[in-house]
């Protein structure tokens, strides 16, 4: 039995991890010093205004062109892919071509669903459709995707092109996330299934393959691809899971997001799905208070007040949607560290390997 | 010397080659044979509503989801991608997947293109984002694009791999053809070589793929594939140019698209910019013209009745735009068929490239 199905809606007792907050930093910190400039230097190759408008995405330079010390979020898949590359005894750089390419997916993949969204700001700034308008938000995605490959492709090797086969898969899944989070949007009611299944795609297919893509360009056999891409996919659904909570309590000045900002965006994430599968007089109220909304158009929704969206927050907290997330971030995290126990690994990187879960589950931002 | 800069503007004679209608035609329908159910096939694995939308892009189904024998296009690249592979000495069916892939590309450009350039029409029905919203369009171009390197990659071969990597090339071109496309809308002058390296880019780079792709597959080296997507590359310039002539001259009863649709767009096609580049007095009025063109907003543009079209279409001709595109057609072909002599192939093979290239340059729809 998966861990998704697992213990739905009983309290386990949940257990923070002590996190190993400078093991995890320094770790996060060498992802992004070996993947950043060959990243820099693939999306350099793009042709003109194609790599300005990435570059912008990626936070490298501001909206005037000049250079930025942006913030180009957690970098959490190029550690993963170097620790990948670890883990199936290769060095760490053999990890970069993978690193770079996930990070890649993962920007066409923001690039298009924040013009499909209508999201207007990510990280502090506009998004790139509000700023250059959706046709270089959709041909700079475009371009991302296809650089994914080349930068894979062009190494040339048996292992490159089983790479790329990995991580065409989980873009193909990433599309289906996206498409079912869109269907969801229009729909009364998701179930608790559904939505893992939408954020397994969206969330979860990535992150799994940012675990396998290391190992095997360093050689590592499909079993051992596949045990670490499980660890990974149920490291991406604790991650969502956490994401979904900030989604809705975050702290605005840490996410980089609008206050409630699913909420805004009526978003059945995890906490307003398990909350209205709860059953129960909260639930119920909040089921009625959701479907009065769904009746809105965007425009009526968009003039809500902080409070509106403060006492929806609160219902779905009522109703248990949020500690059920918080439990479900545990869960997911648990079968993840369970995965690594599957798989031969070096001691040093099965160690870091749980510190960034641990990681993944404490974060505010 | 290329031919795309030999006898810019002198008059060559017009040689307009006696095509083998019949041996084309059962050319073209040996590649829809053959790759299309392979191509439906891949289609079907994407998730609803996905699969749908594809379908009905793919004229398989109509609005309400009904069967359709409607027209899915020439399938001149399946056709190509077949030949390609035979070229390599392997059979036919060797080239399949590499025909999908490459149609596959073509049909993720098609979607993304149409948006962007807001195209309400294509082989007389509505568009994807017409018809079912921008989001769709977004989302099945881009499931099409992985889809290409995911029947590609599943062959597992070493050849697979360089096949996607040549294909993944002409994606990148693809998308910096486009880019170009879009850039050049906004500029008042736009040079006879800026206009054929974006057609290069946006036509001639996939269709040259297409005439590789099936010898890679096949086993052939590289040289002898280089030498096949430069056949390609000038066929796909030909097919450009004469695309061009049919967007301003062509009967929409046989093209499926507006009359005078490429002005109505504003396209600084070839023989737009042929016509603004050839001087003398003709060609100064229609750069008055166009220019106050510039100034009008696309809702005032939208207003012009059929004559102010006919009108602009007459001094496009009058300026020799529309003679220079036709011998620029001719002179791509007269490249494309030298290329075939420096790359050994069976002779039936040769002929039957030689005789899609005429077939390319007297089509009219």
Chains 1, 2 share one sequence.
Not at 29 to 42: D, I
Not at 110 to 139: C, F, N, S
Not at 207 to 228: F, H, K, P, Q
Request: with cysteine.
């Amino acid at each position: 039995m998966s861990s998704t199905t697992q213990n739905r809606g009983e309290l386990v007792t949940p257990v923070t991890p002590a996190v190993d907050t400078e093991g995890v930093s320094a770790l996060l910190e060498r992802g992004r010093m070996l993947a950043t400039p060959v990243l820099r230097a693939a999306v350099a190759r793009l042709a003109p205004p194609m790599d300005a408008v990435a570059a912008y995405h990626f936070g490298w330079i501001d909206a005037q062109g000049r250079p930025s010390a942006g913030d180009s979020g957690k970098a959490v898949r190029p550690a993963l892919a170097l620790l990948s590359a670890e883990g199936a005894g290769a060095r760490a750089e053999v990890g970069i071509p993978g690193a770079v390419a996930v990070e890649l997916v993962h920007n066409f993949s923001l690039l298009h669903d924040d013009l499909m969204d209508g999201d207007e700001q990510r990280r502090h700034r506009d998004t790139v459709w509000k700023l250059y308008g959706p046709a270089q938000a959709i041909l700079v995605g475009d371009a991302l995707a296809a650089l994914a490959n080349e930068v894979l492709l062009e190494l040339g090797t048996v292992e490159a092109g089983r790479a790329t086969r990995r991580l065409t898969t989980a873009v193909r899944k990433l599309i289906d996330g996206q498409a079912q989070d869109i269907s969801y949007e229009h729909r009364e009611r998701v179930t608790v299934e559904e939505c893992l299944e939408m954020e397994g795609n969206k969330t979860g297919a990535l992150i799994a393959v940012a675990c396998s893509i290391g190992a095997v360009l360093g050689g590592a056999d499909d079993r051992t691809a596949d045990t670490l891409e499980r660890y990974g996919y149920h490291l991406g659904l604790a991650f969502q899971a956490i994401d979904d909570l900030l989604g809705i309590w975050g702290d605005p000045g840490a996410t980089g997001k609008q206050a409630w900002s699913d909420l805004r965006q009526r978003k059945k994430s995890l906490p307003v799905v398990a909350a209205l599968a709860a059953g129960g007089p909260a639930s119920e109220q909040l089921a009625e208070l959701l479907s009065a909304d769904a009746q809105k158009s965007d425009a009526e929704f968009m003039d809500f007040d902080e409070a509106e969206f403060a006492t929806r927050a609160a219902m779905i907290e009522r109703a248990g949607g949020r500690e059920w997330t918080s439990q479900e971030a545990r869960r997911q995290h648990a079968t993840a560290i369970a995965a690594l126990s599957e798989v031969e690994l070096p001691a040093r990187v099965r160690g870091q390997l749980a510190a960034l879960a641990d990681f993944v589950v404490v974060r505010e931002r």
